[in-house]
């Protein structure tokens, strides 16, 4: 969760990070112990989250606020069967064959405390641990049966430092009578073997291996002593959810200078944000505010809730007040978005939701997040997502995120395809990709890692345009769809088998898919115009030979030819005088694209040809 300095110091001023003890050689946490993941508390090197945040000793589990359905405050611990760097815990390319039998499965993610002192305390001081768990919330819910060893399940286990130290299982559940809802557990530190300076307590969920799959929640964690089951009430407002965007039209981003445009247009005239007060307290006084590079650009109105709202989820929306973004920072248009109300409880740090309106070089209906994954498994199908550019750019490609699921797709092709206004559909092709691509997955930054994929040739777009994909197998490509969100209702487009009619998607959420723009941004890298100077390429369909037209400049070239498929068929070099021609009569018929590169500047062109 982003947090201003500011709002470290003001935390760190009153004090509200649990002490550390020493014993020995080893430090150890003081009770209480509290964590609801309103701010990050797994292990990390990064200088802006102080080590008072930390409560955990492992970072497999994933911090979030976007997954879970009504949290009790914002904020979520998520465990699945993905690792820390965004990759599954085994990495499985997919095969032909059934994908859904026999998937690895077992022990994935972990969530274990920090050593804690309980040295001292006795069955009578009533220690309790309190946490709440939810099952798959906006994620992939996890299958499983009452049997523990064969479905999956959230286990809790508890450390005695005691004779070298030992894990026992305290408690356990499958999916079989969980509704979707969290759920609290209160379990009494009692047995004296727990009682001891080093006690520790870890979750661990059983389930597949593959990736973003089986996932559970969980919030609010609370280990005191004196806790009476009777008596206890939370007492706490909290803010719940993120807001993503101010900007209006499904947009969580957009190009800085298409923004520049019209400013006015693309802003929203009232926003929603999202509160639950899990006790007694009335009268929550609510701002928001805007800073860029630190510096506060808008103070928002400060309202006053009077009516009774104990015990309650609370959305409230305010209007803007005619807010429009402002920088003359063309290279830093980021501005961070804080919701906060004054504090009325114990827990300042999920009084506070934050987020980075951004304004880069590409248009986005998501907020950055995948709970779930789309795809088509339809050989020939193309996907198809609509935007508006509001001034003329050139379209340079996508930025995607596919996401692992089930699988890796990274034995797969698709190409990209941009198509302009049909009606309310895709209409014909704009912009056509002979250079296939296959879905990259990285192993470092974490899940939610976009690649970027380039057009063949770059293309000047205005108005409203589609780009997509079109894919050569009938097995999905998994790209991340956001469920916080809801752009697909009226802007993703399928198309089963490579013809037929478009269809709208009925499936909720938002495609991870982003068109990128010059956008005047001087500093962006990776696109460079790629092209070499084919004046004609014939006949065309051709039956023997292939004829290429070229300016002579005497250098070097490379003539690839591969099939629909990607693969390599052919491959011959020659010095360039103007005109060369390419024996095909070998090739068996059909659809073929020719890759011509100068070996010298590496500088490319791609064009399709059929052979009789």
């Known amino acids: 969760m982003p947090y201003s300095i500011e709002q470290i110091q003001r935390h760190e001023k009153e004090g509200r990070f649990p002490q550390r003890l020493q014993s020995g050689n080893r430090n150890s946490l003081s009770l209480p112990f509290f964590d609801d993941f309103s701010r990050y508390s797994l292990p990390t090197n990064d200088p802006n989250i102080p080590i008072e945040w930390q409560r955990w000793s492992d970072n497999s589990a994933y911090i979030n606020s976007t997954y879970p ?43 274990t405390s920090l050593p804690i002192n309980l040295s001292g305390y006795t069955d009578a001081d009533s220690v309790y641990l309190m946490f709440h768990y939810e099952v798959g919330g906006l994620g992939n819910k996890p299958e499983g049966d009452a049997i523990f060893s064969q479905g999956d399940s959230l286990t809790l286990e508890f450390f005695t430092p005691l004779n070298n130290g030992e894990w026992f299982r305290v408690w356990q559940t499958d999916v079989s009578d969980v509704t979707d809802q969290f759920t609290r557990v209160l379990l009494h530190v009692s047995d004296e073997i727990y009682l001891q300076d080093g006690f520790r307590f870890r979750f661990i969920n059983k389930g597949t291996k593959m990736g973003a799959m089986d996932h559970w929640h969980i919030d609010y964690v609370y280990l005191t002593e004196d806790f009476n089951q009777t008596t206890f009430d939370y007492e706490e ?63 928002g109105e400060n309202l006053v809730d009077g009516q009774s709202n104990d015990h ?95 699988y890796l797709a990274d034995n797969q092709t698709f190409f990209l395809q941009a198509w302009g206004q049909g009606g309310g559909v895709p209409g014909s092709i704009i912009s056509e990709n002979f250079t296939f691509q296959e879905p990259q997955y990285f192993s470092e930054g974490g899940p939610n890692q976009f690649a970027f994929y380039r057009l063949d040739e770059p293309i000047e777009v205005t108005g409203q345009f589609y780009i997509g ?10 790209i991340g ?36 723009f010059k956008s005047g941004m001087p500093d962006w890298i990776g696109v460079e115009e790629e092209s070499v100077p084919l004046a004609a390429l014939y006949p065309n369909p ?12 005497y250098n070097l070239y490379t003539a690839q030819i591969l099939d629909i498929a ?45 052979k009789e």
Not at 76 to 100: E, H
Not at 244 to 258: M, Q
Not at 339 to 355: E, F, I
Not at 470 to 478: D, H, R
Request: proline fraction near 4%; include cysteine; charge should be negative.
């Open 69 to 111: 359905i009504s949290p009790l405050t914002i904020g979520v611990a998520t465990l699945d069967g993905m690792k820390s760097n965004g990759r599954p815990y085994i990495d499985t390319t997919y095969f032909t064959g059934i994908v859904d039998v026999n998937l690895p499965w077992g022990p994935c993610d972990s969530l």
């Open 542 to 553: 051709a039956k023997n030979e292939l004829h290429l037209q070229m300016n002579p400049d």
């Open 312 to 406: 309650r989820e609370l959305e409230k929306t305010v209007s803007t007040e005619g807010f429009v973004f402002n920088s003359s920072d063309a290279e830093n248009s980021e501005f961070e978005v804080c919701v906060y109300h004054d504090p009325t409880d114990a827990q300042l740090a999920n009084d506070t939701m934050c987020y980075n309106q951004k304004f880069y070089n590409y248009y986005s209906y998501d907020d950055g997040t995948a709970e779930r994954a789309y795809g088509l498994e339809s050989t020939g199908g193309k996907v198809a997502v609509r935007y508006t550019a509001e001034v003329t750019d050139t379209l340079y490609g996508v930025y995607m995120y596919h996401i692992p699921f089930m």
């Open 237 to 299: 407002v909290a803010q719940q959810y993120l807001v993503n965007t101010l900007l209006d039209f499904d947009y969580t981003a957009v190009p800085w200078t298409h923004f520049l445009s019209n400013p006015t247009f693309f802003m929203k005239d009232e926003f929603s944000y999202y509160q639950r007060n899990l006790g007694p307290t009335k009268n929550i006084v609510t701002r928001w505010n805007v800073k860029h590079n630190g510096v506060q650009i808008k103070l």
């Open 469 to 478: 994909w079109v894919q050569q197998n009938n097995v999905s490509l998994n």
């Open 481 to 516: 769809l956001d469920k916080n969100t809801n752009a697909n209702a009226t802007k993703l487009f399928y198309q089963l088998g490579g013809s037929g009619s478009w269809s709208s998607s009925s499936i909720q959420g938002s495609l991870m898919l982003r068109p990128v």
């Open 566 to 610: 990607g693969r390599l068929v052919m491959e011959e070099q020659f010095n360039n005088s103007g005109f060369h021609s390419l024996s095909i009569s070998d090739l068996s018929e059909g659809v073929y694209l020719l890759r011509l590169m100068d070996s010298n500047s590496g500088q490319f062109v791609v064009r399709r040809f059929v």
